[in-house]
């Protein structure tokens, strides 16, 4: 059974940098991409950032671009998020995703991914 664990979050004041890490265990385990969403209480989950292992093609959702980066490693399974220049807008819970199967849907959509984490918490204070 797969199993992706994240870490990394916690509180930062605003301006400052988190960096979240992921990985992936069990089973014989072969990702198509990994990647991250996050969701705010009361609101949908939404897009942050995945990689695509085959091109090697990162995608952001358009509020990260050039303050958030993802890296990861296939062989391994394990995907990282650094986060700069942080607001109290990007505080939600941030969950690591990985595709486990082909699939047509568009990255930033959640119905492309097989599996989730359990989410781990990013809170910026103003």
């Known amino acids: 059974q797969v199993r992706l664990v994240e870490s990394g979050g916690g509180l930062v004041q605003t301006g400052g940098s988190l960096r979240l890490s992921c990985a992936a265990s069990?089973?014989?385990?072969?990702?198509?991409?990994m990647g991250w969403f996050r969701q705010a209480p009361g609101k949908d989950r939404d897009f942050v950032a995945a990689?695509?292992?085959?091109?090697?093609?990162?995608y952001y959702a358009d509020s990260e671009k050039g303050r958030f980066t993802i890296s990861g490693n296939k062989v391994r399974n394990t995907v990282y998020l650094q986060m700069n220049s942080l607001s109290p807008n990007d505080t939600s819970v941030y969950y690591c995703?990985?595709?486990?199967?082909?699939?047509?849907?568009?990255?930033?959509?959640?119905?492309?991914?097989?599996?989730w984490g359990q989410g781990t918490q990013v809170t910026v204070s103003s």
């Open positions: 990689v695509d292992w085959l091109t090697g093609i990162a």
């Open positions: 069990g089973g014989t385990f072969s990702s198509y991409a």
């Open positions: 995703t990985a595709q486990g199967s082909p699939s047509r849907y568009p990255h930033e959509y959640s119905t492309r991914y097989d599996y």
